[in-house]
């Protein structure tokens, strides 16, 4: 079955350390990836997306993530996490074809302490 | 820049009552979706149409209609709401033909008592 595994609920980071929040999904076909976050009370905001080509991909905010499709992983990371940034961060996996939708891991909820 | 936009930010509503949750997008796609969002839970699909008076279930179906008769709005029905459709709503829109990036709005926080 197409599912994400979005491993860690919960993340603290200091302010100022690096961050790398896991997801590994399960799909059948050539996938399309992408990483979403919200913010309190906010809708979900796309932070970067992988369709084909270079497997790291550059997002906003300072977001990168890398597709390694031996490890069936999407991995998000920034090098220097801000107390902005604190958050639900949300994997999600897609293909290209027409009916279908998206699918989303549960969610990692990022902390930052100063 | 693409804009999806709910009806309510936030709702009460009482056990029984019918209750419709409108969206509507600025950006001419082709397919949207309603999902609900509950801790722990994350996100799960209710409905989605990739056309104007087409439907598909999602995950979660039960207790809940949708209505798409123009393309820029597709409204989530609950026909008889009950407590555990207390949630926070979320609509998203996509263009075709495929699961490409969906674009949402900010949510609807629906308490029903």
């Known amino acids: 079955a197409q599912s994400v595994t979005q491993p860690d609920i919960h993340i603290t980071v200091s302010e100022g350390a690096s961050l790398e929040l896991r997801c590994n999904y399960s799909y059948g076909a050539t996938p399309y990836l992408f990483w979403y976050v919200q913010s309190p009370g906010q809708g979900l905001q796309l932070l970067l997306k992988?369709?084909?080509?270079?497997?790291l991909v550059q997002g906003i905010k300072g977001f990168e993530a890398e597709f390694k499709r031996s490890q069936s992983s999407f991995n998000l990371r920034k090098p220097s996490v801000h107390w902005s940034d604190a958050a639900e961060y949300f994997c999600?996996?897609?293909?290209?074809?027409?009916?279908?939708?998206?699918?989303f891991g549960k969610g990692t909820t990022l902390s930052v302490s100063s | 820049d693409v804009k999806v936009t709910q009806s309510s930010r936030y709702l009460v509503k009482r056990t029984g009552e019918k209750v419709f949750l409108e969206c509507v997008q600025d950006?001419?796609?082709?397919?949207m979706f309603w999902y609900r969002q509950d801790p722990g839970l994350g996100l799960r699909l209710i409905y989605f149409s990739y056309d104007v008076k087409m439907k598909e279930k999602g995950d979660i179906p039960e207790g809940y209609s949708v209505s798409r008769e123009k393309k820029e709005r597709f409204s989530l029905i609950l026909e008889s709401a009950s407590t555990n459709q207390t949630s926070m709503y979320l609509c998203a829109s996509s263009s075709s033909p495929g699961a490409y990036e969906q674009y949402f709005g900010p949510g609807t926080r629906l308490t029903v008592t």
């Open positions: 992988y369709f084909s080509g270079d497997t």
């Open positions: 950006m001419d796609h082709e397919n």
């Open positions: 999600a996996v897609g293909a290209n074809q027409a009916g279908t939708a998206l699918i």
